[in-house]
């Protein structure tokens, strides 16, 4: 159980939203160590884009805006801060002239974190940093990935350079750290370099859901063929935000039309109660292209539906 005086966040009901030095969702500031079982995380990286920077920016926005998430969940009723241990770890290290340091500075804190049984979420960041932590997390076992997304990210190479954002499912599957028959990717739409961009998925075995082939299908049809190819085992989620639609979430590098609603997202996420979940990452939040704020918020809304399911997994365990 949580220690209340040690990691309770700061009460909205008791002190003004407003007050206090952001973290994420007010939890309090914590190194990394084994009496905390959640740690929410930020990872300010952005050297692995190819078109608008600014993502190194989505952690501060992210505590900035989670000042408005409260302690109980509306539907579920997990209060995730009183069956678990969550703190805010701080931000990964990063060398910001360097991209290739900036990657195993990543990996070893992430590595520390899983050495002290720690299960991260992490607020990007570009959408490079995911392999970078499934590089630590999955070193003993593969994981299955639920990833959400406007790309496949399963280029060989993007302007000669074999790790950066839309590379990383594929150097996981080449690494043996994702078990590709587990993968399941939703939203992907836009266009595309070439033709076969994302036949590397189909040929590994993902299960591949186009945003056409989601609206076709429906979300509980949707919901459901995730449950089936996920299976049992770990689990990993992996968030850009581009996978949703820009009128929602515009603070993104690569934005593009059509995509899945906030409330889409939310409700596929409220279905993993139950599974093993080893990590989560958000990607891709640029606030210095949302003036509003929007972005941010919800952002900070999708966090706390993976804590809670996180939580409600680690606190049935014990």
């Known amino acids: 159980m949580s220690n209340a005086s040690k990691f309770q966040p700061v009460d909205p009901a008791v002190t003004p939203r407003f007050a206090g030095v952001a973290t994420f969702m007010r939890t309090r500031p914590h190194e990394i160590a084994e009496e905390v079982d959640i740690g929410l995380v930020g990872v300010p990286f952005d050297l692995g884009l190819n078109y608008r920077t600014g993502a190194r920016h989505g952690p501060a926005g992210v505590r900035e805006a989670s000042r408005i998430i409260s302690r109980v969940h509306p539907v579920s009723g997990i209060r995730p801060f009183e069956i678990c241990n969550v703190a805010d770890l701080g931000d990964a290290p990063v060398n910001p ?55 496949a990210d399963t280029l060989d190479t993007l302007c000669d350079d074999k790790i950066n954002h839309a590379t990383f499912m594929r150097r996981g599957v080449e690494e043996g750290l994702i078990d590709a028959e587990r993968v399941v990717q939703v939203g992907l739409r836009g266009s595309r370099f070439s033709a076969d961009d994302i036949q590397y998925g189909y040929d590994v075995g993902f299960e591949i859901i186009t945003m056409d082939e989601y609206e076709d299908l429906g979300r509980a049809a949707v919901i459901e063929r995730i449950g089936q190819v996920l299976g049992e085992g770990p689990v990993y989620i992996s968030l850009d935000i581009d996978g949703l639609d820009p009128a929602y979430l515009p603070g993104t590098g690569v934005p593009e039309i059509g995509g899945l609603l906030p409330r889409d997202v939310q409700v596929i996420l409220r279905s993993l109660r139950g599974r093993q979940i080893v990590g989560a990452d958000i990607s891709e939040v640029s606030p210095c292209y949302d003036p509003t704020g929007i972005t941010c918020i919800t952002v900070a809304n999708l966090m706390f539906e993976m804590l809670c399911v996180i939580a409600d997994h680690i606190a049935s365990r014990r």
């Open 97 to 151: 002239m360097s991209k290739d340091k900036s990657i195993d500075m990543i990996q070893a804190f992430f590595a520390e974190m899983k050495a002290a049984a720690i299960t991260p979420i992490a607020i990007g960041g570009d959408h490079t940093i995911p392999l970078p932590i499934i590089r630590a997390l999955a070193a003993e076992e593969k994981v299955g990935i639920l990833h959400f997304d406007a790309h």
